[in-house]
């Protein structure tokens, strides 16, 4: 959890049938994406059917505009379209508020 | 996706190694969770380690406060605390931007 208010990037992502250099331009992406300024850190889940949740957390909006125009990742998108992704939606959030419950914390 | 501005509430949870009454009530607050007025919908993936990240969608945060405060699930949100999960996080967010990329749709 971070401090409010910072911004999210949800994406949902289906994979095609066609994995050839995801592994590796993944492992790219994660290290560019984590230098990025701004970046704060993910939650990624991946279920069944090559369904994948993750969201991605930033400081600000603008950090998320740089990230988006960095060129290797530009061409990451363009892969993503046309050889790894049947579908995929993004959406860019502003976290109000914040939560969480952790069983391990004393309550008082 | 939906027409942007709309709200999202993020939630991560870490089951604990108690499930009793769990299913039940997941059918009974999804019946009442989607009957709600401004829900719009939800994305779900549950992964390794009992970890499930969800996606609500609402029109707005007035019906996200008062989902939040409907008795049967208020009832809910402390057995959750009480019993099934270790560990919860919740985000509540204002979606500004949203798009999708759909393979099986033509591009011009």
Known sequence: MFRTPYYVVIINTW?????????????????????????????????????????????NPEAIAAWKQVPEHLGAQRLGRERWYSRYTVEVAK??????????????
Chains 1, 2 share one sequence.
């Open 15 to 59: 994979e095609s049938d066609d994995d050839r250099g995801y592994a590796e331009m993944g492992r790219r992406m994660t290290e560019l994406g984590t230098a990025q300024p701004g970046y704060l850190g993910r939650t990624s889940v991946r279920g069944e059917a090559g369904h994948e949740l993750t969201v991605f957390y930033y400081e």
């Open 95 to 108: 976290v109000e508020r914040a939560y969480e419950f952790d069983a391990a914390t004393p309550r008082s």
